[in-house]
């Protein structure tokens, strides 16, 4: 009986801290949105054009966009004309990338949840 109060509380807050910390990470890197950007080039040089969330156009060079640090260099660009799907950060629609951010902190918010649920279910199991 005692046992299992303990892992209720230990599940209860693991979950609460899981999902507190994913919550922090979104917070800190802002909201970004996913769009199709069109590839094009402009003397000699690769780019991207897109529209942000006011429909502004916003223009990038190719290699710019944000990478992860075991990824190294830029993937090669797309030939002129095609379509590209991206994410741009919404308070900067210049920072863009081409990989889905936030891939780890849905995870971390689904085990939060989970774990915050089984601890609350555990804690009504009768004694």
């Known amino acids: 009986m005692v046992v299992i109060e303990f892992v209720s509380a230990g599940l209860t807050a693991l979950g609460l801290g899981l999902l507190i910390a994913a919550l922090v990470i979104r917070l800190v890197y802002g909201s970004w949105t996913r769009t199709q950007a069109i590839t094009y080039d402009h003397e000699g040089h ?4 897109w529209h942000d969330h006011r429909y502004r156009i916003v223009e990038a060079l190719w290699s710019s966009g944000i ?22 950060q919404a308070r900067n629609p210049a920072q863009w990338t081409l990989e889905a951010p936030y891939r780890g902190t849905r995870a971390v918010a689904v085990v939060g949840l989970v774990c915050a649920v089984l601890g609350a279910l555990l804690g009504f199991l009768p004694g």
């Open 46 to 49: 690769p780019y991207l054009r």
């Open 67 to 88: 990478r992860r640090r075991r990824q190294g260099a830029a993937p090669p660009p797309l030939p002129p004309g095609e379509d590209v799907p991206i994410y741009y």
